[in-house]
Structure formats: C-alpha cells, structure tokens
T-cell receptor, first 116, second 116 residues
Framework: AQTVTQSQPEMSVQEAETVTLSCTYD???????LFWYKQPPSRQMILVIR??????QNATENRFSVNFQKAAKSFSLKISDSQLGDAAMYFC?????????????FGKGTKLTVNP | NAGVMQNPRHLVRRRGQEARLRCSPM?????VYWYRQLPEEGLKFMVY????????ESGMPKERFSAEFPKEGPSILRIQQVVRGDSAAYFC??????????????FGPGTRLTVL
C-alpha cells in the first residue's frame, strides 16, 4: 500500500519570505499523481497544485511550485513571497494512475504559520 | 459554477442515533468520494461511488456505515448507531472523469459530526 509522509508537523515563515514544505511517499508504481491541498481554518480543502509523475517538469502555480524528485520519491512544496492568507494546514496526497484506484492517500499535514 | 455542496455543516447526535450526511457533486461530475478526518490527522479514504454503483469501499468500516449515490439526488453517507469514536469531519469530493488531467478531486466544506 502507498504511504505519504510529511515530516514537519509545523513550520513558520515571515511574511514575504520563502518556505518549503517536505513530502515523501512510498510506492512501487511508476505512474501516479501527486497533489498539495491547503486547509485553512475554515476547514475547506483547496487544491494548490498537481503533478503527474510522467512529467519531468515541475508544476508551478503562481507563487507555489514543487520540487518533484521521482527517484527519491520526494515532492516538496515551495511557497514564495508568503502572505498572511497562506497560513493553513498543508496536506500532500498521492493517487495511483491505475484504473479503479481512485482514492487519495494523504499525509498527516504540516501546519504553516505566517508571521507579519 | 457551484462547488461541491455538503449538508449539514454541523451535526450533533447522541450515541445510538443515526447520522445522514449529504453531498451534491459539482455540476457535470459523476464520481463521488467520501473521506474522514479525525482531529489532528490527515484525511482517510472511505468510499468511492459513481451513479448507482459503489466502486471502492475498501476504507469503509464493515459495520454501521453505508453509502449510496442514487441516479437522482445527492450522495448519502449513513452512519447507524453512532458512537463517540465516529466524531470527525467528513469530507466529500467529486471528479468528472478518469482521464488524465480532468480527474482532480474537488472537495466540499465538510460535515463536522459530534457524538455526545
């Protein structure tokens, strides 16, 4: 079974600075998807960024980018120019690309605090 | 375009009562997923449904829990004879197809179940 590990329960960053959240995963599959979701205090789960394993290019969405290292099974999230609204729980998630395996496997999350 | 809708947002039940949680997927989405989030934990997959079919219920407890997604109407997660350990946030997600790039799961705001 696949597992996702987020080794940083909490992180903090100064407003306007850059922070990197770590995520590693374990799988024997070669094709899969990886996601970062944000959960603010409202508890709504919001998709931040998505990466297909077959793509070598790292995904980028505005101030959010990933460092995808397939061989190392690492998928870190970099937040540039941090804003107060970025404060939230961040969850890394894995999904198999095999048919019938639609479920997302989540890590336990990293709580990000943004200091003004 | 309305997002995934869940109701109620908060539900309080006494031990032994039944809890019914509803989920209306995004317009055009025919795949529904239910996840449970215990305090201080990531989300755990429970069940994946398409219209009138349960595709994967590998994360569903064997007793007291059931789910359906009828041809008409919302998906329902039903918990019979609730116990205190069922207290959690229950999230529903939906997606459109299984084609790469179009099957991202979008989450509803969740239902927070409290069992007294």
């Amino acid at each position: 079974a696949q597992t996702v590990t987020q080794s940083q329960p909490e992180m903090s960053v100064q407003e306007a600075e850059t922070v990197t959240l770590s995520c590693t995963y374990d799988t024997s599959e070669s094709d899969y998807y990886l996601f970062w979701y944000k959960q603010p205090p409202s508890r709504q789960m919001i998709l931040v960024i998505r990466q297909e394993a077959y793509k070598q290019q790292n995904a980028t969405e505005n101030r959010f980018s990933v460092n995808f290292q397939k061989a190392a099974k690492s998928f870190s999230l970099k937040i540039s120019d941090s804003q107060l609204g970025d404060a939230a729980m961040y969850f890394c998630a894995y999904r198999s690309a095999q048919g019938g395996s639609e479920k997302l496997v989540f890590g336990k999350g990293t709580k990000l605090t943004v200091n003004p | 375009n309305a997002g995934v809708m869940q109701n109620p947002r908060h539900l309080v039940r006494r031990r032994g009562q039944e809890a019914r949680l509803r989920c209306s997927p995004m317009k055009g989405h025919s795949h529904v997923y239910w996840y449970r989030q215990l305090p201080e934990e990531g989300l755990k997959f429970m069940v994946y449904l398409q219209k009138e079919n349960i595709i994967d219920e590998s994360g569903m407890p064997k007793e007291r829990f059931s789910a359906e997604f009828p041809k008409e109407g919302p998906s329902i997660l039903r918990i019979q004879q609730v116990v205190r350990g069922d207290s959690a946030a229950y999230f529903c997600a939906s997606s459109s197809t299984r084609l790469a790039g179009t099957d991202t799961q979008y989450f509803g705001p969740g239902t927070r179940l409290t069992v007294l």
